[in-house]
């Protein structure tokens, strides 16, 4: 069964420009009081990158000079003793992100006080780990992925990162969505990536499994949805917006994954092209979200469970946009999102 009716409602899936965390907190519940998501701040710190925010306690790793990798000339033993102990306990205390490090996480709960607001569900996010094990370098510059052990002790210590994260969210609402966030799929099968596509839902299923809640997974490139699909996310976040027509090609996939409850976050908003976020309009993205769904109903997929099993997003993270263009992107996301429930009832 279902855990969560996700009715059209908009989501947003992390990062912002700003770096108030208290002001970049209230701007997420202006637009997205049904699921509020803790907002990541890369321009407040460099801490606060993707990739670096999730990196705290990992044996070996190095922050200099605004670049983060792994020494792997250390003694990593004591490191990845404290790291395997922590995941054979269930130990969540490791993996416990610190407010320097997540500062709109840290701001969450006094914007979602229980005296003004609960929310009946809410969201955070993980980096997931084949993009933090093929930007992550060691001190040769080799990805740490293509070190078994480095590749199974990192999926362990995200696993941990995402459950503490799961944990403390569910704190502020009884149903909890966390997203497993993978920007580096969209070169999967590349010749820039020597992973099989064994290893890969192997890597991400070893994160998915500490989660009790709702799991999802996001993309903001073109990939081989199969593999997303066939995983156990819940949630699949893609790029709609560029991608409607590539996702469309997997239409068989689409149809098993709806018919065991998944839902769709059609990512209709531009993200990354400040000047064609400001060019669009709510009517606009709302014919080009439309034209993407029908191309999956041309194919013989019912138009109602596309509907029924629907939230509406950004096309990805807003991190590279202006403070204006990212709020723009709230505006319009959570516009589509009412025009089309009041449409359709939802």
């Keep these: 069964m279902r855990r969560f009716e996700p009715n059209l409602l908009p989501l947003h899936l992390g990062s912002l420009p700003h770096t108030d965390p208290q002001g970049a907190c209230e701007l997420v519940l202006e637009s997205f009081r049904q699921i509020p998501a803790w907002p990541q701040l890369p ?189 156990s996310a819940e949630i699949i976040s893609f790029d709609t917006y560029s991608y409607g027509q590539a996702f469309s090609l997997y239409a068989d996939e689409v149809r098993a994954f709806l018919k065991r409850g998944g839902i769709i976050a059609w990512g209709i908003v531009p993200a990354d092209d400040e000047k064609a976020l400001m060019s669009e309009t709510v009517e606009s993205l709302d014919a080009r979200l439309h034209e993407a769904m029908n191309l999956l109903v041309r194919k013989g997929i019912s138009f109602d469970d596309l509907i029924n099993s629907s939230l509406i997003t950004p096309s990805c993270g807003l991190r590279t946009l202006s403070e204006e263009a990212a709020e723009r992107a709230f505006e319009l996301t959570a516009a589509i999102s009412e025009t089309m429930r009041e449409r359709y009832g939802t």
């Design 43 to 231: 321009g407040r710190t460099f801490l606060e990158n993707m990739y670096v925010q999730f990196s705290e306690g990992f044996p070996g790793v190095v922050l200099e000079d605004q670049r983060i990798y792994v020494d792997r000339a250390k003694d990593l033993d004591p490191g990845l003793e404290r790291l395997y102990l922590a995941y054979l306990e269930n130990d969540l205390s490791y993996g416990a992100l610190g407010a320097d490090y997540a500062a709109g996480l840290a701001a969450f709960p006094q914007a979602l006080s229980p005296d003004d607001f609960q929310p009946a569900v809410v969201k955070g996010q993980v980096t997931g780990p084949i993009s933090w094990g093929l930007t992550v370098v060691d001190q040769d510059r080799r990805p740490v992925l293509y070190y078994d052990i480095l590749a199974d002790a990192l999926a362990k210590h995200l696993r941990l990162k995402a459950a503490w994260q799961e944990q403390e969210l569910r704190k502020l609402a009884p149903t909890t969505i966390v997203f497993i966030d993978e920007p580096y799929m969209s070169a999967f099968g590349s010749a820039y990536i020597s992973l099989n596509r064994e290893q890969v839902i192997t890597l991400l299923e070893e994160v998915f499994a500490g989660l009790a809640g709702i799991k999802g997974t996001h993309c903001c490139g073109n990939t081989d949805w199969s593999l997303l699909l066939s995983t």
